[in-house]
């Protein structure tokens, strides 16, 4: 995914409100940009530190400038765009990216599906059984050296997607969790059990019930504007 328009540089001031943050410029101005990121965004906060942010031409939005990549206090980069997840993980299935997703005929986005009145974010059809795939934001990295978890708070609808996944996956379909780690020091994924105890079992019990669980790790680059899923990494599907 590189944007057409160049990302501008700034250096993070605050985050407040959830969907906003402050930047100082190079020149000294400060701008108020919009936060794409509902989470806690947890170890992503380093206040002083180098960010990025995109830019809409737009003329109904009230903050026209979009919070891409942050620079964390341990000096990864990370994706908080939790908007641009499907779009990478979407690119990546066309490109071949991920072996594990290719030989499908047809990507459909946004399907309703299951009894909880859910959307799924990507339904692959021909070639096999159909497979549905759930795609989650990874920017959360603490604790041993590489180790990332989702989610970096509470969620509720996390837990409801994969009750919603394993019901597929034992009705017969493949049923499939993509981690999309946009975080540049991630290298395995585990359910943060000390996050959210809840989504952490239904994490458990989802994989015993068939669904399987991929992390793929993206390359950031916001000097070209450019983030791109590239490689698969670990994750930790038993406790």
């Known amino acids: 995914m590189r944007d057409a328009k160049s990302w501008q540089r700034g250096r993070l001031l ?52 979009t919070w891409e990549v942050a620079t964390t206090p341990a000096g990864d980069l990370a994706g908080i765009n939790t908007n641009r997840a499907n779009t990478l993980v979407a690119e990546a299935i066309a490109a071949g990216t991920i ?84 975080h540049t020091g991630i290298e395995r994924v585990a359910a943060a059990e000390h996050i959210d105890p809840a989504y952490s079992q239904a994490f458990y019990d989802a994989v015993a019930r068939g669904v399987e669980v991929l992390a793929y790790r993206a390359e950031i680059q916001p000097e070209h504007s450019d983030i791109t899923l590239t490689r698969r990494i670990d994750v930790q599907l038993k406790r």
């Open 99 to 182: 072996a594990e997703l290719t030989g499908y005929e047809s990507c459909k986005a946004e399907v309703k599906y299951g009894d909880e009145k859910s959307r799924i974010d990507f339904l692959l059809t021909g070639g096999g059984p159909d497979c549905y795939v759930e795609v989650k934001n990874v920017t959360l990295k603490e604790g041993a050296e590489g180790q990332g978890y989702f989610p970096d708070a509470v969620s509720t609808r996390g837990s409801k997607h994969l009750r919603e996944l394993a019901v597929m996956a034992e009705s017969g379909a493949r049923a499939v969790l993509l981690f999309c780690v946009q």
């Open 14 to 65: 605050r985050r407040y409100k959830r969907f906003l943050a402050d930047v100082e410029l190079s020149d000294g101005r400060e701008l108020t940009i919009h936060c794409p990121n509902t989470g806690s965004m947890r170890e992503c906060l380093a206040p002083g530190e180098y960010c990025w942010f995109s830019h809409s031409d737009s003329k109904t939005r009230k903050y026209p400038n």
